[in-house]
């Protein structure tokens, strides 16, 4: 060998020493990460299966049967092509009653499946309006394969929360409710239920996202989670990893009729305010303000000079309504009320239904950039709340001033046209005329609605309203404050394309 050579050999040896020492000292730690990764698996996974072994107990099958019933087919004229073929099986007993009265047909007898869960050891179980409303017959199976049949229901539609009672010597495993409003996007939970009639399934994955509106229910602020909920799972708990219920699996958002990945649940702090006032009252009972309210947006915080989603604005307020009474006004917005802060329509709304009835409570908005604060009195919600819209009468005043880049045309409001309304006082400037393609009615303005305010500024005659808009711009948006004899409520004109 050269000696070139030997020094080659020798670097390639270092090298090969290097190396080999590196691999003895990674390797170890390789597996170290691995055991340790592992470890951490294993400490998830016997989480997940001490919650649902304290859970299962607690779970229950709910099955439902409706009776077929008579449903009468309307005024319609039934002729040979609304009952064909009535030759071939009018003598036939099985279809005689159908040709003998046509008019009244039978509907089909139906099951339905769902779950639910135990919520007090007496028999009390908690499940989805949904999953029992209507139904004659109510059959409950128990975890340790008994089965009961209902002997009271007690339902809530607006929010899809329903109680079920069973009768038992013996006392039952329940659940506890846990705080939905503290769960997190990206919070662990659990699903339990019976999907497509496999009984006791458990599935596992995170809190998505929160305060989601999917029109399924009157009274919505759903928990959206990645745990499977496929049909049957409806009435059974969505729980946390403390073994706590947060939620009620209740709908799927599906192209394919089953798990797309997106599930709803009505979240424990509305679903056990509701369960304990149908317990204890068989009904729910919840206040209300007699206003109509949206989140603040970027347009209506610009208008309104307050933060975006922060707070909500109130759009109308209902004549004679707890609102009304308390002076709030549309443009107004609400921050807090008994001390709880709302940043958005369902956190109010969930405020004020579960404040006592009769009680008066303290109001914070912010009107004309200023805080203040209203005492209000809570009413009882009527059985029908829905403001109601109405074509007040148009009127044909001697003089009238017209508003082309509104669409407007306005008269001052005289005593005794505001008696003519129906009106308690002449304050504004009425409405005479809209043209249909203008900003006016696109945002809303019909004719007889009285102009009260155009953003902060009070106008009683066709000159202050002109006035008052002359400054103003279309683009930037200008803000009515508006009454008729359905109550008090704001728009914001606005062109969409200059």
């Given at each position: 060998?050269?000696?070139?050579?030997?020094?080659q050999?020798?670097?390639?040896?270092?090298?090969?020493?290097?190396l080999?020492?590196?691999?003895a000292?990674?390797?170890?730690q390789?597996?170290?990460v691995?055991v340790?990764s592992?470890?951490?698996?294993?400490?998830?996974s016997?989480?997940?299966?001490d919650?649902?072994?304290?859970?299962m107990?607690?779970i229950v099958?709910?099955e439902t049967?409706?009776?077929p019933r008579?449903?009468?087919?309307?005024?319609a004229p039934?002729?040979?092509e609304?009952?064909?073929?009535?030759?071939?099986f009018?003598?036939?007993?099985?279809?005689?009653?159908?040709?003998?009265?046509?008019r009244?047909?039978?509907t089909?007898r139906?099951?339905?499946?769902g779950?639910g869960?135990i919520?007090?050891?007496?028999g009390?179980?908690?499940?989805?309006?949904?999953?029992v409303?209507?139904a004659?017959?109510?059959?409950?199976?128990l975890?340790?394969?008994?089965e009961f049949v209902?002997t009271?229901?007690?339902t809530?539609?607006?929010?899809?929360?329903a109680?079920?009672?069973i009768d038992?010597?013996?006392p039952?495993p329940?659940?506890?409710?846990?705080?939905?409003?503290k769960?997190?996007?990206?919070?662990?939970?659990l699903a339990?239920?019976t999907?497509?009639?496999?009984e006791?399934?458990v599935t596992?994955g995170i809190?998505?996202?929160?305060?989601r509106h999917r029109?399924?229910?009157?009274?919505e602020?759903f928990?959206?989670?990645?745990?499977?909920i496929?049909?049957?799972?409806?009435?059974?708990?969505?729980?946390n990893?403390y073994?706590?219920?947060i939620?009620?699996?209740?709908?799927i958002?599906?192209?394919?009729?089953?798990?797309d990945g997106?599930?709803?649940?009505?979240?424990?702090?509305i679903?056990?305010w509701?369960?304990?006032?149908?317990?204890?009252?068989?009904e729910v009972?919840?206040?209300?303000l007699g206003?109509?309210?949206?989140a603040?947006?970027?347009t209506?915080?610009?208008?309104?000079?307050?933060p975006?989603?922060?707070?909500v604005?109130?759009?109308?307020?209902?004549p004679?309504?707890?609102?009304d009474?308390?002076?709030?006004?549309?443009?107004?917005?609400?921050?807090s009320?008994?001390?709880e802060?709302?940043?958005?329509?369902p956190?109010l709304?969930?405020v004020?239904?579960?404040l006592?009835?009769?009680k008066?409570?303290?109001?914070n908005?912010?009107?004309?950039?200023?805080n203040?604060t209203?005492?209000?009195?809570?009413d009882a919600?009527?059985?029908?709340?829905?403001a109601?819209?109405?074509?007040?009468?148009?009127?044909s005043p001697?003089?009238?001033?017209?508003?082309d880049?509104l669409?407007?045309?306005?008269?001052?409001?005289?005593?005794g046209?505001?008696?003519?309304?129906g009106l308690?006082n002449?304050r504004?400037?009425?409405?005479?005329?809209?043209?249909?393609?203008g900003?006016?009615?696109?945002a809303?303005?019909?004719?007889?609605?009285i102009?009260?305010?155009?953003?902060?500024?009070?106008?009683?005659?066709?000159?202050e309203?002109?006035?008052?808009?002359?400054?103003?711009?279309l683009?930037?948006g200008?803000?009515?404050?508006?009454?008729?004899?359905?109550?008090k409520?704001?728009?914001?004109?606005?062109?969409q394309n200059?």
């Amino acid at each position: 060998m050269t000696l070139r050579t030997w020094k080659q050999y020798g670097a390639g040896l270092a090298c090969g020493v290097a190396l080999t020492a590196a691999l003895a000292i990674w390797g170890p730690q390789q597996n170290a990460v691995a055991v340790s990764s592992v470890s951490d698996a294993l400490e998830v996974s016997t989480v997940f299966r001490d919650v649902a072994s304290r859970t299962m107990p607690s779970i229950v099958s709910i099955e439902t049967t409706t009776r077929p019933r008579q449903m009468e087919m309307g005024n319609a004229p039934l002729n040979d092509e609304a009952l064909p073929f009535r030759e071939f099986f009018r003598n036939d007993p099985r279809f005689r009653e159908m040709f003998e009265n046509p008019r009244r047909m039978m509907t089909p007898r139906r099951r339905g499946e769902g779950s639910g869960f135990i919520i007090d050891p007496s028999g009390i179980i908690m499940t989805n309006n949904h999953v029992v409303q209507g139904a004659d017959e109510i059959r409950v199976r128990l975890h340790d394969g008994r089965e009961f049949v209902a002997t009271e229901v007690k339902t809530d539609p607006r929010t899809d929360v329903a109680i079920v009672r069973i009768d038992t010597k013996d006392p039952l495993p329940a659940l506890k409710l846990g705080d939905s409003r503290k769960m997190q996007v990206g919070d662990w939970v659990l699903a339990f239920g019976t999907p497509f009639g496999l009984e006791m399934t458990v599935t596992q994955g995170i809190i998505s996202g929160t305060s989601r509106h999917r029109g399924l229910a009157e009274r919505e602020d759903f928990l959206q989670t990645d745990a499977a909920i496929n049909p049957g799972n409806s009435g059974g708990p969505l729980v946390n990893l403390y073994g706590e219920v947060i939620g009620i699996n209740t709908a799927i958002a599906s192209a394919s009729g089953g798990y797309d990945g997106i599930g709803f649940a009505v979240p424990t702090h509305i679903a056990q305010w509701v369960g304990d006032q149908l317990i204890k009252n068989g009904e729910v009972k919840r206040g209300y303000l007699g206003t109509g309210i949206a989140a603040v947006d970027a347009t209506t915080a610009a208008q309104f000079n307050v933060p975006v989603r922060e707070g909500v604005i109130v759009k109308s307020v209902m004549p004679d309504s707890p609102a009304d009474k308390a002076g709030l006004e549309p443009g107004d917005v609400i921050l807090s009320l008994n001390g709880e802060k709302v940043a958005n329509p369902p956190a109010l709304q969930g405020v004020v239904e579960q404040l006592q009835i009769g009680k008066s409570y303290d109001l914070n908005v912010v009107r004309n950039g200023k805080n203040e604060t209203l005492k209000v009195q809570i009413d009882a919600m009527p059985a029908k709340f829905m403001a109601q819209s109405d074509d007040s009468q148009s009127t044909s005043p001697e003089t009238k001033s017209q508003f082309d880049n509104l669409g407007l045309q306005l008269d001052s409001l005289t005593p005794g046209l505001a008696k003519q309304l129906g009106l308690t006082n002449s304050r504004g400037v009425i409405v005479t005329e809209v043209s249909e393609d203008g900003v006016a009615a696109a945002a809303g303005v019909s004719n007889g609605d009285i102009i009260e305010r155009v953003g902060t500024t009070s106008v009683n005659t066709v000159e202050e309203f002109e006035a008052a808009v002359k400054s103003l711009s279309l683009k930037e948006g200008i803000v009515l404050h508006l009454r008729n004899q359905d109550g008090k409520r704001y728009v914001i004109l606005k062109q969409q394309n200059e």
